[in-house]
Nanobody, 125 residues
Framework: QVQLVESGGGSVQAGNSLRLSCAVN????????LSWFRQAPGKEREFVAS????????YYAAFVKDRFTVSRDSAKNTMYLQMNSLAPEDTAIYYC??????????????????WGQGTQVTVYS
């Protein structure tokens, strides 16, 4: 059974950091493209960051502005999102997503094959 399990969310003051994790079960990790998306209240889900199967390539949404870093650890079957300099507009539910088709990166939500349940990130000023 495929499971993507996010963790690491929380409530932090603006300017601080959080690291999100996404544990992947039931998939061949090395064959899976992984991404982070987020959804704020009243808004559509939007792309945040993606990482290639090997981990050698990454791609970010423009609003990240060098504040976030996506990475993956094949020994732990886990993807991470290090978020620094958080701002109130980063408040959202953060989801990890996986694509097992022949994609290099996953930047469109409709191309995801699997989703996690989400983890809440709240940034207060």
């Amino acid at each position: 059974q495929v499971q993507l399990v996010e963790s690491g969310g929380g409530s932090v003051q603006a300017g601080n950091s959080l690291r999100l994790s996404c544990a992947v079960n039931g998939l061949t990790f090395s064959s899976t493209v992984l991404s982070w998306f987020r959804q704020a209240p009243g808004k559509e889900r939007e792309f945040v960051a993606s990482i290639t199967r090997s981990g050698s390539g990454t791609y970010y949404a423009a609003f990240v502005k060098d504040r976030f870093t996506v990475s993956r650890d094949s020994a732990k079957n886990t993807m991470y999102l290090q978020m620094n300099s958080l701002a109130p507009e980063d408040t959202a539910i953060y989801y990890c997503a996986a694509n097992v088709q022949n994609e290099k990166l996953l930047t469109y939500a409709e191309r995801a094959d699997y989703w996690g349940q989400g983890t809440q990130v709240t940034v207060y000023s």
